[in-house]
């Protein structure tokens, strides 16, 4: 191995260290703001009530000339645990924790959605 080729790898290997250093704190760093999730509950279009996405679990119901739906936040995430309209559609979505997913009811124009300070994964259809 000549004088030069062990510059190279050295000079490789920093770099490749320094953006692992950068990827490793960035982790970091979303992982510190995730407490800073938050649902917004908009109801016939109009928002309802922001809530704090965190560990522990609050029920919040609504009921408006449409119906009734109960919401459970926990777990850093947020679900529609219950609805009195025919299709539950909004019930079947499951549990929702990452920022820009929504749980929407039609039938009584009730609309999660999670928001906050972390981007939302990216999937493969919008690559």
Known sequence: MKKSD???????????GTFLGINKYRS???KQNSSQLYAEIYVEGKLYK????LKNEQV????NEHGKNMI??????????DADCLDKICVQTG????VSETI???PHQVVVEIKGNMEG??????N
Not at 6 to 16: K, M
Not at 60 to 63: A, D, P, V, W
Request: charge should be negative; glycine fraction near 2%; charged fraction near 25%.
């Open 121 to 126: 994964k990216v999937d493969a259809i919008s």
């Open 95 to 98: 549990f929702k924790k990452e």
């Open 104 to 106: 929407v009811c039609l």
């Open 72 to 81: 459970k936040i926990h777990d850093n995430g947020v679900e529609m645990i």
């Open 28 to 30: 970091n760093f979303i």
């Open 6 to 16: 062990f510059i190279i790898a050295i000079f490789i290997l920093i770099i490749a």
């Open 60 to 63: 919040i119901e609504i009921e």
């Open 50 to 53: 922001k809530v704090p996405i």
